[in-house]
């Protein structure tokens, strides 16, 4: 019982750190993705930290398999290293024996993996892709940039104005909607309000 716990716990440690290094860097690569769209004003900057919390259970979804495996590896070779292997084998525990103490901490990290894969994440994406298909964190009106075409993120809009004055004054827009079955409609406006 001691193999047991003392290996459950080698493993377990291995294998959380492993997934947090990968977490780092899984995060930060779609945190810079989305960071380069709200710098081209595809997102604003407000919804970029819940979009992030709630794409987090997708993030351990997957980290956590491979973390688990580069766990146990780690564990092992520490063993070998060490010739607490050797130890272990004068102690008859033999590679089935083994096999299934490994087994202990594959198990809880399939529990936590099924329950993230089965009801965590496919909430905490739905909610992600509301706030990504909400007008409010898509580029509107007040996001225009003078003298640039803009596609909005699902690409239905592309928006144009030609100078924007420093009270918010937008001259000669151009919007143009994409509609299934439709080439398209277009709205023009000589002088309009922005913001």
Known sequence: ???????????????????????????AGRF???LAEAAVGSLTGDVLLPIMLFKLPGFFEMILPLG??????????????????????ACGVGPGKLALYVMVPAAV??????????????????????LLD????????????????????RGDYVTYAERIDDDGLMHNIFVFRARAGFNGRFLHCDLCRGG
């Open 32 to 34: 810079i993705r989305y």
């Open 109 to 130: 990290v399939m529990v936590v993996v099924a329950t993230l894969s089965l009801m965590v994440a496919p909430e905490g994406s739905a909610r992600a892709q509301v």
């Open 1 to 27: 019982m001691r193999i047991l716990r003392y290996l459950t716990r080698d493993i377990l440690l291995h294998a959380a750190a492993v997934s947090f290094v990968l977490f780092l860097v899984v995060f």
């Open 68 to 89: 688990l495996f580069i766990g146990i590896l780690l564990s092992l070779g520490r063993l070998y290293a060490e010739s607490e292997m050797v130890v272990l084998r």
């Open 134 to 153: 909400n007008p409010r964190s898509a580029e509107g009106l007040h996001m225009l940039n003078e003298g640039r075409f803009r596609k909005q993120r």
